[in-house]
Nanobody
Framework: QVQLVESGGGLVQPGGSLRLSCAAS????????MSWYRQAPGQEREFVAS????????NYADSVKGRFTISRDNAKNTVYLQMNSLKPEDTAAYYC??????????WGKGTLVTVSA
């Protein structure tokens, strides 16, 4: 059974930092592309960042480049999203996504990030 469990969300002031984690199980993590998406209230889900199975290659949305960093620990089956210099517009539910070697997509239930003074 595939599970993706996000954690680390919460309330943070503008300019602050948070680190999200996504613990994965039930599929071959090391061979899977891992991504973060987010969805703000009333908006569509949007791509944030990806870490490809080789581990060295990453991709970011323009809106988070230079502020967010995605990383993964294949030994722990966990992907992280370090978020720095947070802005109110980063407020959203953040979702972990996995795409395995057969291009099957899996989603977590999300963790809420609120950036507010």
């Amino acid at each position: 059974q595939v599970q993706l469990v996000e954690s680390g969300g919460g309330l943070v002031q503008p300019g602050g930092s948070l680190r999200l984690s996504c613990a994965a199980s039930g599929f071959t993590f090391s061979r899977s592309a891992m991504s973060w998406y987010r969805q703000a209230p009333g908006q569509e889900r949007e791509f944030v960042a990806s870490s490809f199975s080789a581990g060295a290659s990453t991709n970011y949305a323009d809106s988070v480049k230079g502020r967010f960093t995605i990383s993964r620990d294949n030994a722990k089956n966990t992907v992280y999203l370090q978020m720095n210099s947070l802005k109110p517009e980063d407020t959203a539910a953040y979702y972990c996504n996995a795409q395995d070697e057969r291009d099957r997509d899996y989603w977590g239930k999300g963790t809420l990030v609120t950036v507010s003074a």
